[in-house]
């Protein structure tokens, strides 16, 4: 696997005539907005509703509601159905964040219809959408992460308390159900919480640093490039839910930060994502600490709306929304011709 600096890339890689993408959003989870949003900017994206650009791509749009049922352009669809209509395409998008989604569950959807999945395989999105089998993971390739541990009730996580503490549920995303606790009170309530969006849930210890996110992608040509990193601003004590999409962060890009920092969590993001097997774009979190770089999460299915921290981060580094959009269906095409999962 190599790594190439994004300002020497090969000219964009040309969409293929007639590429038929169906885009999958929504999903039957916390994230369904959210995956709403990123599902209509990568539609957009890949055949855009306004006049002044001609489309690339052939896009159906499906989206799975809230209850897990399926429609296309506003017509409900039975499950079956859906199948088949992903199956007269080339490729899946699932721009579907957190569980029965980024998990690898449409991974394993589009790999059981012979058709291309954009993003990583079953395995990776699994492993990667879960915060404590991705901390081990990271812990085993030399990349430092917070202590913490897996409670299953909030019994047992106020039976030997170590606070301040930060709770989150083990597999979820866009920061649903994180929490900072500074007292068994609350420790207690936060578990409570989160065991309401999984069975399993996290607590860490406090970690004091920036916090600095940095993206993988995998392109068309075999080549692998890491973004410019983005520094995150908040006034919260956790960067929760409420703080992501409030419009109150503040998103740096490119960081300000010294050569040698910028290297090391490079390099822990590669490592990571490599030991992963992630494909397509995976981004990595940091807290960049006094000790160095520490892994916070991967998300192998990142917001993909034109202001979300990954295309912020590419379109730094001179890589258009569009042409990011292009270049994951293009490497999950050379993926599954390849046979590559």
């Given at each position: ?55 690339t791509h052939d896009v159906v749009a499906l989206t799975i509601a809230r209850d897990g049922t399926w ?16 199956a007269t395409c080339d490729v899946l998008l699932p721009a579907v964040h957190g569980p029965h989604g ?240």
């Amino acid at each position: 696997m190599t790594s190439s600096p994004l300002q020497h890339r090969p000219l964009p890689t040309p969409p293929t005539p007639g590429c038929r993408v169906a885009v999958v959003g929504g999903g039957a989870n916390a994230e369904h907005d959210v995956s709403l949003a990123s599902a209509a900017a990568v539609r957009d994206a890949l055949a855009p509703t306004h006049d002044a650009l001609a489309p690339t791509h052939d896009v159906v749009a499906l989206t799975i509601a809230r209850d897990g049922t399926w429609s296309t352009d506003g017509v409900a669809l039975t499950f079956p159905e859906a199948v088949a209509l992903i199956a007269t395409c080339d490729v899946l998008l699932p721009a579907v964040h957190g569980p029965h989604g980024e998990d690898g569950t449409l991974a394993a959807l589009a790999d059981l219809a012979g058709v291309a999945c954009v993003g990583s395989g079953v395995r990776a999105g699994a492993v990667g959408m879960d915060k404590w089998v991705t901390k081990l993971v990271a812990a085993a390739v030399g990349v430092a992460v917070a202590d913490g541990h897996v409670v299953r009730s909030a019994a047992e996580a106020c039976r030997e308390p170590r606070l301040p503490a930060v709770v989150k549920p083990v597999a979820n995303g866009s920061s649903h159900g994180v929490r900072r606790v500074d007292t068994v009170g609350e420790l207690a309530a936060a578990v409570a919480a989160a065991l309401e969006l999984d069975d399993r849930v996290l607590v860490e210890g406090l970690v004091t640093g920036r916090e600095i996110d940095v993206a993988v992608l995998r392109r068309a040509d075999g080549t692998t490039v890491t973004s410019p990193p983005l520094e995150i601003g908040h006034a919260g004590a956790v960067f929760d839910t409420a703080t992501k999409y409030d419009g109150s962060a503040r998103f740096v890009v490119p960081a300000e930060l010294d050569p040698a920092d910028a290297d090391r969590l490079a390099a822990a993001a590669l490592a990571v994502v490599d030991a992963l097997g992630c494909q397509g774009v995976a981004r990595a979190d940091f807290f960049l600490t006094s000790d160095g770089p520490l892994m916070n999460e991967v998300n192998t299915m990142p917001g993909m709306t034109p202001h979300s921290q990954v295309p912020r981060m590419f379109a730094a580094a001179g890589l258009p929304y569009a042409e990011l959009v292009a270049e994951l269906v293009a490497q999950a095409r050379v993926r599954h011709a390849a046979g590559t999962p």
